[in-house]
T-cell receptor, first 113, second 115 residues
Framework: ELKVEQNPLFLSMQEGKNYTIYCNYS?????LYWYRQDPGKSLESLFV?????AVKQEGRLMASLDTKARLSTLHITAAVHDLSATYFC?????????????FGEGTQLTVNP | GAVVSQHPSRVICKSGTSVKIECRSL??????MFWYRQFPKKSLMLMAT?????????EQGVEKDKFLINHASLTLSTLTVTSAHPEDSSFYIC???????????FGAGTRLSVL
């Protein structure tokens, strides 16, 4: 059974600071996703990481994937209040249907002025 | 703009009634759609995989007769919560896969409140 663990689950940070959210998964995967969810809203796709060493950046967010370590990171640079949201990583397992995603518990990020 | 449309966004119903939620892929065909349930401040729990033209595949612990799924066309899947009870109150989210982009797009979600 594929397990996906995120940490931290709760993150409160000051504007302008940097921080990293970690996503560990238990079995081989060829795709990892990062999503953002605002309160009461659905999920917004942020990044799709498809290969070992993949790095993608959008604005103040950068995601990377290390398939050997089964680890993905979401790095936040110079945080701003608008980044406050819950961030989920999700992994598609090679052992099951390639489209089936297993989600991490989510990291609730609060950026304080 | 949204690539997956989910309707309705909010439903309040009496206990014992049935509620239908629609999920449509816009501008692309989706042979596979997914239905998730999310409790407050929790992660998404996959309920079932909806396959066009065939029976849905349900996750362990999800009652097939309680949560009826129909995927009659390449752009539409429906989830019907039958004889809803207060414990069925939750946020339900559907998704569809855009194969060309290898991305799973999510609908806006449906908040179901059963009184």
């Amino acid at each position: 059974e594929l397990k996906v663990e995120q940490n931290p689950l709760f993150l409160s940070m000051q504007e302008g600071k940097n921080y990293t959210i970690y996503c560990n998964y238990s079995t081989t995967s060829d795709r990892l996703y990062w999503y953002r969810q605002d309160p009461g809203k659905s999920l917004e796709s942020l990044f799709v990481l498809l290969s070992n060493g993949a790095v993608k950046q959008e604005g103040r967010l950068m995601a990377s994937l290390d398939t050997k370590a089964r680890l993905s990171t979401l790095h936040i640079t110079a945080a701003v209040h608008d980044l406050s949201a819950t961030y989920f990583c999700a992994v598609a397992s090679q052992e099951t249907s390639g489209s089936r995603l297993t989600f991490g518990e989510g990291t609730q990020l609060t950026v304080n002025p | 703009g949204a690539v997956v449309s989910q309707h309705p966004s909010r439903v309040i119903c009496k206990s014992g009634t049935s509620v239908k939620i629609e999920c449509r892929s816009l501008d692309f065909q989706a042979t596979t759609m997914f239905w998730y349930r999310q409790f407050p401040k929790k992660s998404l729990m996959l309920m079932a995989t909806s396959n066009e033209g065939s029976k849905a595949t349900y996750e362990q612990g999800v009652e097939k007769d309680k949560f009826l799924i129909n995927h009659a066309s390449l752009t539409l899947s429906t989830l019907t919560v039958t004889s809803a009870h207060p414990e069925d109150s939750s946020f339900y989210i559907c998704s569809a896969i855009l194969l060309a982009a290898n991305i799973q797009y999510f609908g806006a979600g449906t908040r179901l409140s059963v009184l």
